[in-house]
């Protein structure tokens, strides 16, 4: 036996003992393996088969009501340094986190079997991708870490060659809120999560290991783990080109990565390519330009709203192999959420649906499902080597002042405006609305560790002989005085897209500001397409007073970060403030070519 199989022997004799496990079972990600689990979360009511004849081989999945969602206030960050972790993360020290969440654990497995899944995060044979074992309770963790990894003895033979992978400890514990705890030792590459069943908090090699552990190797390593998706952008010619964007949630990030071109682009020959969702792990490759991975192989996305005029693709995929967790039924027995058509007989909790209850399917119910069975799946999505990123885009939800689209002057710029990218709360949230809360390169929750030291490790990408994506700003949520949205979205989206490729190609005219290039309505092909001129004009208009406004309180963001913001980045700031307080200058056209 290798060494490190030797090591991640011991771990789990560790575990088990100090859990009081009553049986050990070591997951080798076969579809008999699967079959088996499916069946006896069917025995246990852990899952309820769905309508054979419409949604075959899917299940559904109810969580306790009172763990349906990550817990941010429970999740933490345990380095020796309270400021390697930053203001952006909840700290604790790693000795004391480790007492505490190991005393949960104590006897916790004393009639449940202890599952090993080891998993591999990315294509299974690519440089990019990086390895990790989940110890768990949970049989439902297991089988939706199957479809959301490389899962089983490939993954375990590559921990074998590599001797290194990120431990993840696991037990659902008691559900009890009290007793919830997710912690990450990013120095020791360890995940301890206690006491919730939910997806982002239990299947680690999602949120935890994917995002937070993984920007701590990236930038050990020089490279980056973010919060984006990855598409492809296939033109009349032929031609791909890849773009990763980032959004917080509640900003189209799933249904822009499974876009549908609208039919007068489609006519054209456009093609749009899904190579992930919501994980892009990019690294720099020989030829200078960064090359990225999706480092899961499913997606577990948002149930409601997913409907035929928002996402057909995701929802031709869901008919058959698919797990849904907290959704409601028909009287048929079919998955229904808010957004597809008919009637729900029972709700999310198994109760006859009431609306006096609320929605039937939950806010954040899910599907898990193979990324596989998307009708949009990239043939480049399994790449070892990743595909070349042309393009980085930020975007949030700004109802006013930000642009329909905006090119950074350069690198810096860029890194700058994911920065301080945003999104104003909307009556979906608690609180006020339209209230400006800053997510910066929508990592807030994901980052593990300090955000100054992360925007730092962003701008050392700009050096001799890299050949770095431009960087854009996009807002699809720009709202009229009727409270109307001036823009149509969805398919229409890749207009923009459209744009955004032509910049990257030198082939589309743009308008220089000070805030960046913006197109000029001649710039977007906008044949078939009907909008005001008069919209089109305050989607593309910069608010000279407002962006004032705007920048002082980017630049009360980063004094958050304190020393370690980088100086770099505070001089970004000063130099679009001066530009905007400067006289106007007659608007600058670059022509295209």
């Not at 340094?81 to 604790?92: F, I, K, L, S, Y």
């Not at 967790?325 to 109760?351: I, K, S, Y």
């Not at 006013?400 to 890194?415: I, K, N, Q, R, T």
């Not at 962003?458 to 854009?472: E, N, V």
Request: net charge negative; charged share 20%; hydrophobic share 40%.
């Amino acid at each position: 036996m290798t060494s490190s199989l030797a090591a991640l022997n011991r771990w789990v004799e560790d575990v088990a003992r100090h859990t009081q496990a009553a049986e050990v079972h070591w997951c080798d990600g076969t579809q008999q393996e699967y079959d088996a689990l499916v069946a006896q979360m069917h025995a246990t009511g852990g899952l309820i088969a769905l309508n054979p004849a419409t949604h075959s081989r899917c299940h559904l999945h109810r969580s306790h009501p009172g763990d349906v969602a990550r817990v941010e206030h429970l999740t933490y960050v345990c380095t020796r340094e309270r400021d390697d972790a930053g203001p952006n993360n909840h700290w604790m020290a790693p000795d004391a986190a480790h007492a505490k969440i190991d005393a949960l654990f104590a006897g916790c497995m004393k009639d449940r079997t202890l599952y090993v899944v080891p998993y591999c995060m990315g294509p299974i044979d690519s440089p990019l991708a990086r390895c990790g074992v989940e110890i768990t309770d949970s049989p439902y963790v297991v089988a939706n870490m199957r479809l959301m990894t490389r899962m089983g003895a490939q993954a375990l033979a590559r921990i074998e060659r590599e001797g290194r992978f990120v431990k993840g400890l696991h037990s659902i514990g008691e559900l009890d809120p009290e007793r919830r705890f997710i912690m990450h030792f990013p120095e020791e590459l360890t995940i301890k999560s206690y006491g919730s069943g939910y997806g982002g908090n239990a299947l680690l090699g999602k949120k935890c290991h994917a995002l937070r552990i993984a920007s701590w190797q990236a930038r050990q390593e020089g490279w980056l783990a973010e919060h984006m998706l990855i598409v492809g952008i296939e033109n009349p010619q032929g031609q791909t080109h890849y773009v990763a964007a980032a959004f917080p949630s509640a900003c189209g990030k799933t249904n822009l990565s499974m876009l549908i071109p609208p039919e007068g682009m489609r006519r054209k020959g456009w093609k749009v390519w899904t190579v992930g969702d919501d994980i892009c792990w990019m690294q720099p490759g020989a030829d200078g330009r960064l090359w990225a991975i999706n480092p899961e192989a499913g997606f577990f996305g948002v149930a409601p709203g997913t409907s035929a005029r928002t996402n057909a693709n995701a929802l031709a995929m869901l008919d058959h192999d698919t797990i849904f967790t907290n959704v409601a039924l028909t009287a048929d027995g079919q998955p229904w959420w808010e957004g597809l058509p008919g009637e729900p007989a029972f709700d999310w909790q198994g109760r006859p649906h009431d609306a006096a209850h609320g929605p039937a399917a939950h806010p954040n119910s899910r599907f898990t499902v193979s990324a596989r069975q998307c009708p949009s799946f990239s043939p480049h999505g399994e790449n070892p080597q990743g595909v070349p990123i042309s393009a980085i885009v930020f975007g949030g939800r700004r109802e006013h002042l930000v642009p329909l689209v905006v090119e950074a002057h350069d690198w810096a710029h860029g890194v700058l405006l994911g920065a301080a990218m945003g999104s104003e709360t909307t009556a979906a949230a608690a609180g006020a609305v339209g209230v400006l809360r800053r997510d910066s390169m929508a990592m807030k929750p994901f980052c593990g560790y300090n955000f100054a030291d992360y925007f730092a490790h962003w701008l050392s990408f700009d050096r001799p002989g890299a050949r770095l994506p431009k960087i854009f700003q996009v807002n699809w949520f720009r709202k009229g005085t009727d409270g109307r949205f001036l823009w149509p979205g969805f398919g229409d989206n890749l207009r923009v897209l459209e744009w955004i490729l032509g910049r990257c190609e030198n082939t589309a005219g743009a308008a220089e500001t000070p805030i960046g290039r913006l197109p000029r309505p001649q710039d977007l092909d906008l044949d078939g397409l009907a909008v005001d001129p008069a919209a089109l004009n305050a989607l593309l208009a910069v608010d000279r007073d407002g962006w004032r406004a705007e920048l002082a309180g980017i630049g009360e963001y980063l004094d958050s970060y304190g020393a370690r913001l980088p100086a770099r980045l505070r001089a970004e700031q000063h130099r679009i403030a001066a530009a905007l307080a400067a006289p106007t200058a007659p608007v600058r056209a670059l022509a295209s070519g």
